[in-house]
């Protein structure tokens, strides 16, 4: 934007309380109403690895179409996170389609749900060639739910393997929860194996999450942020006005974070993310979070994890909430429903249709047994 239309646009925020939600949406679309100009990249280093990486960085999960990736890439963004299982690894494919001509300029991270040297041996080599290219910048160990899995000495043998033949670089973990326990357990690792990891983590994370964030930024590990919207999900709460920004804006204020890796599916999306480097977390953008958060606090599950305590069959609380999330929040019926597939059924919420009562309880008062019910209905 320029000059006159972020004035234009924070003299709407200062009169927001007369104009209301419409009055401001509209002020910010006629600020917004001339071409779209792609801002200069925002670098950070990503902990030991030494690569800078713009601070909106590319989260490829769901994108289907590789020409979104291409406008991305001629246009900055520079580090892409995939992932073997992601599509049935068809969207490692759209990743290597994205990344023709371009694989010199851009850092590529994917990921690695298995545990033994065979697996991991074969799942890398089959990235490598759904990718295109001869090696990754990041192998992460994927969706670590407790410290043990990133110290298994077959898996670290594995990865050691891998990073001598030249196939990886840096080695990551990923978490969506019981992210305090697995970030500090790759801080207090003896071998500092681990250089990165990729944490959800958004304005409605607890206050453990940043400060285990801040521990390993300052071990120089490299933390990228994933989950960073909250679930995205469609609420009038707000109106017309969009909260994509205000939470990235949030997240990327934390200077212990390298960078977000919020997914885009089009290029609405990317114009719409790849807009806030530059840009600073104001008062507007925290009103508009209190809106949103007080509108999905009724269902946004944090994934701490902590209801799994409190249930008798060690039902997968949090992660079939997450499953939810891809339903409701990022509206993906396919990849919610993949994703619940590769929770056993002894663990999924059929397991609760035993039960009379349910006994388990969310420390943010969610209702697990109409979450559950939510989850066989739309998921099963």
């Not at 950070?44 to 960085?57: A, C, E, F, P």
């Not at 509108?295 to 994890?305: M, N």
């Not at 949090?318 to 597939?341: D, F, K, P, T, V």
């Amino acid at each position: 934007m320029k000059r006159r239309d972020f004035l234009k646009v924070g003299m709407a925020g200062t009169a927001s309380a007369l104009l209301g939600w419409e009055g401001l949406a509209d002020a910010m679309q006629s600020a917004s109403s001339e071409s779209f100009v792609f801002p200069a990249p925002v670098y950070r280093t990503l902990g030991r690895t030494g690569m800078k990486i713009t601070i909106v960085s590319f989260g490829a999960m769901e994108t289907m179409e590789a020409e979104v990736m291409r406008v991305a890439f001629d246009h900055g963004i520079n580090y892409v996170d995939t992932a073997r299982g992601y599509m049935g690894g068809k969207n490692e494919e759209t990743v290597a389609k994205a990344l023709k001509g371009k694989r010199d300029k851009v850092y590529v991270a994917t990921k690695t749900k298995e545990k033994s040297k065979e697996t991991i041996f074969n799942d890398v080599e089959a990235s490598l060639r759904a990718l295109e290219t001869d090696y990754v910048d990041v192998i992460q160990l994927h969706n670590l739910t407790s410290k043990d899995r990133a110290f298994i000495p077959e898996t670290r043998e594995a990865l050691i393997k891998l990073k001598e033949q030249g196939k990886v670089r840096f080695f990551g973990v990923t978490t969506h929860m019981n992210q305090v326990e697995v970030l500090n357990a790759v801080v207090d690792d003896r071998d500092k194996f681990f250089d990165m990891a990729l944490v959800g983590y958004n304005f409605m994370s607890p206050a453990g999450v940043a400060e285990a964030i801040a521990r390993a930024a300052q071990a120089n590990i490299g933390i990228i942020a994933m989950k960073t919207q909250a679930g995205g999900y469609a609420t009038d709460a707000l109106g017309p006005i969009s909260p994509h920004q205000a939470a990235l804006k949030w997240v990327l204020q934390n200077r212990h974070i390298t960078a977000a890796i919020p997914g885009m599916t089009d290029l609405a999306e990317l114009r719409e993310d790849i807009a806030v480097m530059g840009m600073k977390f104001g008062y507007m953008d925290k009103l508009i979070l209190k809106h949103y958060g007080a509108a999905v606090r009724p269902y946004y599950c944090h994934l701490c994890g902590k209801c799994e305590t409190t249930c008798p069959k060690s039902v997968r609380i949090s992660e079939i909430n997450r499953c939810l999330m891809y339903a409701e929040g990022y509206e993906n019926s396919e990849l919610a429903r993949i994703s619940y597939g590769e929770i056993p059924a002894s663990l999924s919420a059929a397991a609760c249709l035993n039960c009379s009562d349910c006994v388990a309880r969310c420390v943010n008062g969610l209702s697990i047994s109409e979450k559950m019910e939510r989850a066989r209905r739309l998921l099963a």
